[in-house]
Structures are given as C-alpha cells and as structure tokens.
C-alpha cells in the first residue's frame, strides 16, 4: 500500500508551536480532501476526544506570527478570520477515529509515519549531538597538549640564530700608504 500523499509534502504541514509538533486544521482538511469547516465541525461535535495536549487553538500572537512566516498570498491570508486549531500527533491521530472516510484513514497512516520518521530524526540528532559533546571532551585538552608539541617541534626544528661574535684580543692591523 503506497503512501497517498508524499512525505515531504506532510513534512511541510508540521509547525512547532508551543513548543510541541503540529499540523493547523486547514493543512489536515486539505489532506483529507475535505473542508476546513467539516473537519472543525467534526472536531466540536467530538469534543471530549480532544483534550488541550490533543488539540488546541492558536493565540493571536501565534496567529499573528504564523501569518507572517508562511508563504501565500494576500486574499488567501485575508480570508482568514478565526485562529486555526492545532493539532498534536495525538490529535492527529484522533482525528482518524471522527473522519471516517477511506481517504481520511489512509492519510492518517501516512501523517503517522511521517511523525514516526521526526521522532527517530529527532533521536539520533540528539544522540548525535551527546556523542560530539562526549569527543570534544575528550580530545579538547588533547588540542592543548598537541599544540605545546607543535611548540617544541618548531623550536627544535628552527634554524640556529647565529650569535653575535666577540673577539677579544684580536687587534685589527691597519694598513697604511
């Protein structure tokens, strides 16, 4: 069974806000083929299946600087009255259970993959990260050791500076005419 919708074209719908992964309601209703309006009515008329870490709706200010950074033109942005809902991965998945049409579920399974996907990225970044922070512990006082043999290897490897000569007692003749 072949994804419906491409990976990237999910991954673009995924926002943080709130710290937290989500889609907004009218990315979720494009994806399922419906309107924005039929998928917030389902939403309301199942209500107690979204508690505030499933869904949520978005504050002015996230309204406001979610407006500013997407990328759409004016009458489209226009159009926007009311803030949109945001929905978690566990929202998202709630979702399936009050759309109930062939294509909802099969988009379903591919918005869960694709939040599966972020996870394990998210995991072996941070895994990622524990592993360089361990290496330069390691070897960052090794760079001040090395850097002190450099030292030591340019002196010794340095051309001798001639010293300045003394004679003492050596008389120069003169010569005359």
């Not at 869904?55 to 990328?71: A, G, H, P, R």
């Not at 591919?110 to 390691?138: N, Q, T, W, Y």
């Not at 960052?140 to 001639?162: R, Y």
């Not at 010293?163 to 003749?173: I, L, N």
């Amino acid at each position: 069974m072949s994804d419906l919708v491409p990976v990237e074209i999910i991954a673009d719908k995924i926002f943080l806000i709130r710290g937290q992964k989500v889609m907004l309601d009218r990315d979720l209703a494009k994806l399922y083929g419906v309107g924005t309006g039929v998928l917030n009515q389902a939403v309301r008329r199942n209500i107690k299946r979204f508690p505030d870490d499933f869904m949520f709706q978005l504050s002015s200010d996230e309204f406001k600087n979610w407006k500013s950074q997407i990328v759409i033109s004016n009458s489209v942005k226009m159009g926007l009255r009311k803030r949109p809902l945001a929905f978690t991965e566990q929202g998202v998945a709630m979702l399936s259970s009050v759309l109930n049409s062939e294509r909802a579920i099969m988009v379903n399974i591919s918005i869960m993959r694709v939040f599966s996907k972020l996870k394990k990225l998210a995991l072996s970044h941070s895994e990622l990260l524990r592993k360089v922070d361990a290496l330069e512990r390691k070897y960052g006082e090794h760079d001040k050791k090395i850097e002190v043999i450099f030292e030591a290897l340019k002196k010794l490897l340095a051309p001798p500076v001639p010293k300045p000569e003394v004679r003492r007692g050596v008389k120069k003749a003169r010569i005359g005419f």
